[in-house]
């Protein structure tokens, strides 16, 4: 059988989250096909956890030792929320140790990590994304200048990273500087986004060699001030609709709009793009290449209101992966 390691962990506030995606991917991983590897990397430790044991990950070719054997991988589900696996620095580091990886290549991480490059360069392909202001850490700013730009109230989150941390939803000028300093804490770049009224609704999407998988729209509607770390983990803090209750026009049209978007970045794997609609039109809030694998999470939601199971699209992205690394 083939070895498959998840890498879990990474170097930000964002573990924790990735700890709960690692042990959803491998409960949904077949055993009796592949033999499954959580390995934990942080800045400290890269270790393979196999019981109660840590076996030390040789970084010069990624492997370990258990027993005496030396244990290589035929492919790594990363799901490392952050860095370094959502930012292309792992996938590029695995490029050159030539490690097949089921997530998207360097180039596309390292957009897509990054909110504000991501949304301005989508928006050259028509793609509606809302009005924002990039900040960087230790550059002077003017509160009103932003506001003026982006409105209130706004969103100011990390720039890179996931959704989860440091976001805040400002609805007064005073609270900006503080909301700015507090995304300062997870990231060198802050984002300041104009808030729009709508509609929030998430949509993944996989693409093999095979073929093209669009999964159902999930609407979210959250119960706290907006769709943020507690209501994402927590049941009673928002209601996750899937199927979406929007008409099949609108369904299509967003469903056709994250295919456009996977094949504009290059994106491989699961990925989940999330949106808000207006009264106007669709907006693309962000994309997710490496999204929350939970049983409760979207993904998992959508792909059982397909009618399919995590089990079979684990498989087919794993054997996927491989397969186009023998190409």
Not at 1 to 28: D, H, P, Q, T
Not at 108 to 131: E, H, M, P, S
Not at 133 to 151: C, H, M, N, Y
Not at 235 to 242: G, P
């Amino acid at each position: 059988m083939k070895n498959i390691g998840i890498i879990y962990g990474g170097y930000s506030s964002e573990l924790i989250v990735s700890r709960k995606s690692a042990e959803g991917i491998r409960s949904f991983i077949d055993p009796k096909n592949f033999n499954v590897y959580p390995i934990f990397l942080t800045l400290e430790k890269w270790v393979v956890q196999i019981e109660d044991e840590e076996y030390p990950i040789d970084r010069n070719d990624f492997s370990f030792t258990q027993n005496g054997e030396k244990i290589t991988f035929d492919c790594l589900y990363i799901t490392i929320h952050g860095t370094p696996g959502e930012d292309g620095l792992l996938q590029g580091y695995l490029k050159m140790l030539n490690i097949p990886h089921t997530t998207c290549d360097v180039l596309t991480a390292a957009i897509t990590f990054n909110k504000f490059t991501c949304n301005t360069y989508l928006k050259g392909f028509g793609v509606a994304v809302a009005d924002s202001v990039l900040l960087r850490k230790g550059r002077k700013f003017k509160a009103e200048d932003i506001i003026e730009k982006t409105g209130l109230p706004c969103f100011v989150k990390p720039n890179a990273g996931g959704s989860s941390f440091g976001i805040s939803k400002v609805k007064a000028l005073e609270e900006l500087t503080p909301a700015i300093e507090n995304a300062f804490k997870e990231s060198d770049e802050t984002l300041i986004e104009a808030f729009m009224q709508g509609r929030e609704v998430t949509c993944g999407i996989y693409k093999t060699l095979d073929r093209e998988v669009i999964l159902p729209l999930t609407e979210v509607i959250s119960k706290n001030e907006f769709f943020d770390f507690e209501a994402k983990y927590n049941a009673t803090k928002a209601d996750e609709i899937t199927p979406a209750p929007l008409s099949e026009n609108i369904t299509e049209k967003i469903q056709k709009i994250t295919s456009l978007i996977y094949d504009i970045l290059n994106c491989k794997g699961i990925v989940r793009m999330d949106y808000i609609i207006t009264e106007e039109k669709i907006f693309l809030l962000e994309v997710n290449t490496t999204p929350g694998m939970t049983p409760t999470s979207f993904i998992p939601q959508q792909v059982k209101t397909m009618g399919m199971t995590m089990k079979d699209v684990m498989t087919e992205i794993i054997e996927d992966s491989i397969k186009r690394h023998q190409r």
